[in-house]
């Protein structure tokens, strides 16, 4: 199988359809060999990555913790909130130590845009974005990917909607970066406060009310309300919000019979998705896309860590 055209993934945007193909037939391999136990627990072995997590993370940084391990590599995990930076010590200053360790490579989340950028800029190994600001969560997207492909046997020709807090998502952002460059129809569903007001692409559709959106639609990610990353004017009231845009089985019911049902985690249940659709046994993959963390990030390490 072929390789990437670059050495660090940063996001989606610079990926080559091509990439996105060797990226996501690697995911796809390495869940087939992880239910069969059949994949090289030494393929990583005498390599050192670390974690530099500077925002909470849960399934992200876990699942990169554990494709390292299951690769045989070692990882550490950097604590920004124990670290010196508590002291006063800048960014750079703590990424120019770390790089003098000469790490094999650097797993890094950041709520400044393209800190990845940055950090690529100031060491000397492969540069992986685990989350930036609103703008990017390259894993994030390929493994959303590789779950439609496993449910759906394709991503050309499909019918996604992206629904919520679109303006602050960068799930949403890598997701429309690489369901645009797979040839995915895109309905992008949102109140007016929370949508973009520029899309990177012509012909996705806007709409700002679920009921318009949803018909026609193979699959529907719903979205966190990224409260972290808004202004007080903007956060919504949770009730009003689930009752105008919550997920419920009456509005699912709109989009095609088998349509099935996302969400990056974590939810906020009863806010942007109701139990019942959360939990549905037949609709929702949730879980299963969580699960996914796993083989597309033992994907992405198997690819760019040298
Ligand atoms: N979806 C996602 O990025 O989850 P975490 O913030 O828990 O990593």
């Known amino acids: 199988m072929g390789t990437v055209t670059n050495k660090h993934l940063l996001d989606i945007e610079t990926l080559e359809k091509c990439d996105i193909e060797h990226l996501l037939a690697k995911g796809q ?13 030494e393929r990583l072995k005498g390599r050192v990555l670390i974690n530099m997590f500077f925002e909470n993370s849960t399934r992200t940084r876990t699942s990169f913790e554990m494709a390292a391990y299951r690769l045989g590599a070692s990882i550490i995990n950097w604590d920004a909130s124990s670290s010196s930076i508590s002291k006063g010590e800048t960014f750079s200053d703590t990424l120019q130590c770390v790089a003098g360790y000469n790490p094999d490579g650097i797993i890094v989340r950041h709520s400044e845009f393209k800190a990845p950028y940055t950090v690529k800029a100031l060491v000397n190994c492969p540069v992986i974005n685990a989350g930036d600001s609103w703008r990017a969560h390259p894993s994030q997207a390929l493994l959303d990917a590789l779950t439609l492909i496993q449910e759906k046997g394709k991503l050309e020709g499909l019918t996604v909607a992206i629904c919520g807090d679109v303006f602050h998502s960068r799930v949403a952002s890598d ?5 645009h460059k797979m040839g995915t129809k895109i309905h992008v569903i949102a109140p007016e406060m929370l949508m973009p007001q520029k899309l990177p692409y012509e012909g996705i559709k806007t709409f700002t009310s679920m ?14 309300n990224q409260k972290e990353r808004m202004e007080d004017s903007d956060i919504p009231d949770d009730t009003e919000y689930f009752n105008s845009f919550g997920l419920t089985q009456q509005r699912l019911q709109l989009a095609k019979p088998d349509c099935i049902v996302m969400h990056p985690a974590p939810m906020n249940r009863g806010v942007e998705i109701a139990d019942d659709v959360a939990d549905d046994p037949y609709k929702s ?4 896309q969580m699960a996914n963390g796993l083989p597309m990030r033992m994907a992405i390490l198997d690819t760019y860590i040298k």
């Open 211 to 224: 009921e318009e959106g949803l018909p026609e639609c193979d699959a529907v990610m719903m979205l966190r």
């Open 175 to 179: 997701n429309i970066h690489l369901l």
């Open 29 to 41: 391999e390495f869940s087939e060999s992880l239910a069969n136990d059949t994949w090289d627990k």
């Open 285 to 288: 993959v949730i879980f299963k």
